[in-house]
């Protein structure tokens, strides 16, 4: 069987096994449940924390056979279609490659068509940010008084560049995001499936790597399992994600707890012959302080 990342072999296929956006999950299944779906959404956070999953999702319950329906039943022929990326009914679309005017104009003839198994056409712009200024406005009229059976879900990193007119015509869903402890329970799961040993040192440190993008997360953890094999020993993982070693946080910390001001040099020149990253070191050595306050404060 062919390999697959992680972070596709383990993307969510349904609303409930989405990490980390319950806002956005229960606005959108309680809008299926009451027949209240939009004809256009927007869904704006950085990379990796669920935009693209959420819009596959969201298509699959509106052209799910039993649906619309906030819990697609993933057995029927719309939802196979959809979940292995062969569905008529819903066109996905990269912004950063198909946005010129012509293509817009292109996509405004198709959306006439009617569905051709489910009930809606549902067009997925990625990147949609990146559409030029005569694209969007070329989309304006469609978006405004789209056919009913046409629904539009956009996704971007940088909601700022969206023109206004475009956001006062789709619901606006910012997604946040994924909580550290949410990214290490994900991760734990999926190394349960896929037999990988890993202890929870190791797993914190994905998650605080990850910075809150479960993608990243999952990718490291490929990495991880590539360089070590399916036993990942904290050691090397440190070595692998680049970590600054506690000794250099440690050796820092008590310089200026002495206002060592030469020690403190010599502590970051140690860094630095070490090939850490100064930005890096910064904000682990911030976290390593709070650690220690939380440690003294916490009974």
Excluded: W
Aim: charged share 25%; net charge positive; hydrophobic share 45%.
């Amino acid at each position: 069987m062919e390999y697959q990342v992680s972070a596709r072999k383990h993307r969510p296929m349904t609303f409930a096994e989405v990490t980390g956006q319950t806002h956005v999950v229960r606005t959108l299944t309680n809008a299926l449940a009451s027949g209240r779906t939009a004809h256009a959404y927007l869904f704006s956070g950085m990379r990796g924390v669920g935009k693209t999953t959420m819009a596959r999702i969201l298509a699959k319950a509106l052209n799910c056979e039993k649906g619309p329906t906030p819990t697609p039943c993933l057995a029927c022929v719309s939802c196979r279609e959809i979940g292995a990326g062969m569905s008529f009914d819903v066109m996905e679309i990269d912004g950063a490659s198909s946005n010129s005017v012509d293509d817009v104009r292109e996509m405004r003839e198709t959306v006439k068509t009617a569905p051709a198994h489910g009930r809606y056409r549902v067009y997925i712009i990625d990147e949609v940010h990146m559409l030029s200024t005569a694209a969007f406005n070329a989309l304006l009229k469609t978006l405004e008084e789209p056919p009913a059976h046409v629904v539009f879900v956009f996704a971007t990193t940088e909601a700022h560049k969206i023109p206004p007119t475009i956001l006062s015509r789709c619901q606006h869903f910012t997604f946040r995001r994924i909580p550290r402890r949410e990214v290490v329970d994900t991760l734990k799961r999926v190394t349960a499936v896929e037999g990988i040993t890993i202890d929870d040192r190791s797993l914190s440190a994905l998650a605080r790597a990850s910075d809150g993008s479960l993608r990243d997360a999952l990718s490291l953890l490929d990495q991880a399992v590539a360089f070590g094999g399916k036993r990942v020993e904290a050691d090397q993982l440190m070595i692998l994600l680049g970590a600054v070693p506690h000794e250099l946080l440690r050796g820092m910390l008590e310089t200026v707890i002495a206002r060592d001001a030469a020690g403190a040099l010599k502590a970051l020149a140690a860094v630095q012959d070490h090939g850490c990253d100064v930005r890096q070191f910064c904000g682990e050595l911030m976290e390593y302080v709070r650690n220690l306050l939380v440690a003294k404060i916490v009974p």
